[in-house]
Structures are given as structure tokens and as C-alpha cells.
């Protein structure tokens, strides 16, 4: 299987899950916390998230790797690191064009993702006051 098509099976199997109901509305599954926990995961790293924050309000929608590496104090090869584990969790893509890669957030999964946190208007949860 070629990594454009293992990748892909990946998002499929992501899209499935994060399309599912809001957590205030009925439980995930075994296999849905599962996927949405790696997705999660990704983003939970805050270089990664700074990276996906980055990428997604650079000019245009997409960076490419030579705007990010400047930005941390960190190797070239760590970077590539973060970006590999956020374009297998799904959350961005990437180009190769000529040297350099240009990334792109996701913002179908990110949606997706932020549906299952958020309560449908009549599933408001009720605000506690301390």
C-alpha cells in the first residue's frame, strides 16, 4: 500500500468517526474515543498546535516548511516530526514542490472535530454558576 493510500484510509476512518453527534447527545464508541483521542493527541502537543495555528492563518491558507522552522527553536528534523504526526492524525495535508513542502490545515476535519465538542443548540448544557 503506498502512503498516499494508507493516508487516505486514514482520513476516511477519521471522517466516519468525527462525524458523529455531539458528546451531550449520546456516547462515543469504543472505536470513535479511540480516533477522536489520536486526533486530539495531535493537537494536544503545543508545538503541534502552534504549527496547525501557523499553518492555518498564513497567508493564502498554506506554509511552506522554510516559514515554519524559523519561528521555534527547535531542529529541522523535530519540526518534521510534529508535522508528520499532525498529517497523520489528519489534520493537514502536504505538497511537495520542488525542495520544499507546503502544508494545509484540514478545516472539513477541524469542523468536524469541533461538532463533537459543541452542543446543538437544544443540547445546551445548563451554565453552573460558582
Known amino acids: 500500500m503506498s502512503k498516499q493510500d494508507a493516508e487516505g484510509q ?24 479511540s480516533e477522536l483521542a489520536r486526533v486530539f493527541k495531535a493537537m494536544g502537543d503545543p508545538v503541534r498546535l502552534r504549527l496547525l495555528s501557523l499553518i492555518a492563518s498564513h497567508a493564502g491558507g498554506e506554509a511552506c516548511v522554510c516559514d515554519l522552522t524559523d519561528v521555534f527553536d ?19 495535508t502536504g505538497e511537495r514542490r520542488g525542495t520544499w ?3 494545509r ?8 472535530v469541533a ?3 459543541e452542543p446543538a443548540a437544544s443540547d445546551a448544557l445548563p451554565v453552573v454558576e460558582a
Open 10 to 33: 486514514v482520513l476516511a476512518q477519521l471522517a466516519e468517526v468525527v462525524g458523529c453527534s455531539p458528546l451531550a447527545r449520546e456516547p462515543l464508541s469504543a472505536e470513535q474515543s
Open 74 to 92: 527547535l531542529s529541522g528534523p523535530t519540526i518534521s516530526h510534529h508535522l508528520k504526526v499532525l498529517r497523520e492524525a489528519g489534520l493537514i
Open 105 to 112: 490545515v484540514r478545516p472539513e476535519l477541524l469542523a468536524q
Open 115 to 117: 461538532t463533537v465538542l
Open 101 to 103: 513542502v507546503y502544508y
